[in-house]
């Protein structure tokens, strides 16, 4: 008598442990990225000795070397910019707002002080102007 010999079964390789695998790396990249909106256009700040590191809650205005303001992704005019930076810090009145001013660096510097006067009279308590360190 001939016994049948079942065919061999295919092992499954069970794929749970590198399904939690993926979803960990997921989770660990969505926690460390910063996801930044992209300036409207490029600035090169100018360079100092010492930098001016940015701040995580501060309002950040750009002022590129042609003259052109951004303020939260879009481009505005000067009067534009200061109602609507006065706007932004009455809705922050209490927390005591600060606001980055990242100018070029071959930018006129009469240009920077007709925005830094328009800063003032929105309201603006506390201005930093970012650079970036030189090298040595």
């Known amino acids: 008598m001939r016994c049948s010999v079942p065919p061999p079964r295919r092992v499954r390789e069970p794929i749970a442990p590198l399904i939690d695998v993926v979803f960990l790396l997921l989770i660990f990249f969505m926690l460390v990225g910063v996801i ?12 100092a000795e010492r930098a001016a590191g940015e701040g995580g809650g501060q309002l950040t205005i750009l002022l590129a070397a042609d003259g052109r303001l951004a303020f939260e992704g879009m481009e505005l005019d000067l009067p534009t910019l200061q109602a609507r930076l006065g706007e932004r810090l009455a809705e922050a009145e209490g927390r ?5 001013l990242k100018a ?3 930018v006129d510097s009469g240009q920077v002080i007709a925005v830094l006067n328009a800063l ?7 201005l930093a102007l ?5 090298s040595p």
């Open 36 to 47: 930044a909106p992209l300036d409207p256009f490029p600035v090169e700040p100018p360079t």
């Open 130 to 134: 970012l650079t970036v360190r030189s």
């Open 120 to 126: 003032r009279a929105a309201g603006v308590e506390r």
């Open 96 to 100: 005591k707002a600060g606001v980055e």
């Open 104 to 106: 070029d660096a071959t």
